[in-house]
Each structure stands twice: as structure tokens, then as C-alpha cells.
């Protein structure tokens, strides 16, 4: 597997502010919406999916 050329980490809290705020879910939901959400924009500029990945951390 290759390096991704996009990284992004985001604490759970802000993963969750984002996502559905006040269900507890686990970091692989979080991260997999994290991630739609950025490939949503990305999409536009054909940037491919397998480029990004996404880090959720505790506080």
C-alpha cells in the first residue's frame, strides 16, 4: 500500500461535532464520514480516495 498524500487528523470530539453529535459510534464510522466529507470536496479536482486517510485521536 502506498503513502497517502493526504493525512488528516481530527480529535473525536471535533469528528463527532461533525458527524452526529451525541451517538457514540466507533473511530472507523468516524473516520470513514470524516473522510466522505473530504472526498466530497476532493471529487471536484478528481483527487482519488485511496490518497486520503483520516486519524481519529483521543483529546
Do not use: W, Y
Not at 8 to 31: C, F, Y
Request: a negative charge; glycine letters at 4%; charged letters at 30%.
Amino acid at each position: 500500500m502506498s503513502t497517502p498524500k493526504i493525512t488528516i487528523e481530527i480529535s473525536r470530539t471535533m469528528a463527532e461535532k461533525h458527524s452526529n453529535p451525541g451517538k457514540k459510534v466507533s473511530d472507523q464510522m468516524l473516520s470513514d464520514f470524516i473522510t466522505d466529507c473530504v472526498v466530497s470536496g476532493l471529487e471536484i479536482m478528481e483527487f482519488p480516495e485511496s490518497e486520503i486517510k483520516t486519524i481519529i485521536t483521543d483529546e
